[in-house]
């Protein structure tokens, strides 16, 4: 068994099969063992797609409130990959979204002088 430690309160993070174990017993507390082990590497993520850390943030939510109605039926192997892929889809999802041609295709408007 792997112990991974923080670097400020030196606490032991939790595997990733005990985190499955607790979104299939339906504990919110897997996702803020999510968010402790996962959060900032996956906001990171989302931020390298996503052209403001807001956006970035929503999507990582949104990850999150993906996993807590995807697990159960599902049991993946890993949740570090797991999370990885629905986030990587979600930040996609909204940078389509963002620049789709209806909203202007990415492009500003620029204000013209009279």
Do not use: H
Not at 25 to 33: I, K, V, W
Not at 74 to 99: N, Q, V
Request: overall charge positive; aromatic content about 8%.
């Amino acid at each position: 068994m792997t112990i991974y430690y923080m670097k400020e309160g030196k606490e032991k993070l939790m595997e990733d099969t005990e985190i499955i174990t607790l979104l299939w017993q339906r504990r919110e507390s897997a996702l803020d063992e999510i968010i402790r082990r996962y959060g900032g590497l996956l906001k990171n993520f989302a931020g390298r797609i996503l052209p403001t850390t807001q956006d970035a943030e929503e999507c990582v939510n949104d990850t999150l409130l993906d996993i807590w109605n995807t697990i159960p039926p599902k049991r993946p192997a890993s949740i570090a990959s797991y999370a990885f892929m629905l986030t990587r889809r979600r930040s996609i999802d909204r940078l389509r979204r963002l620049t789709a041609k209806k909203r202007g295709g990415g492009v500003y408007l620029v204000a013209l002088d009279e």
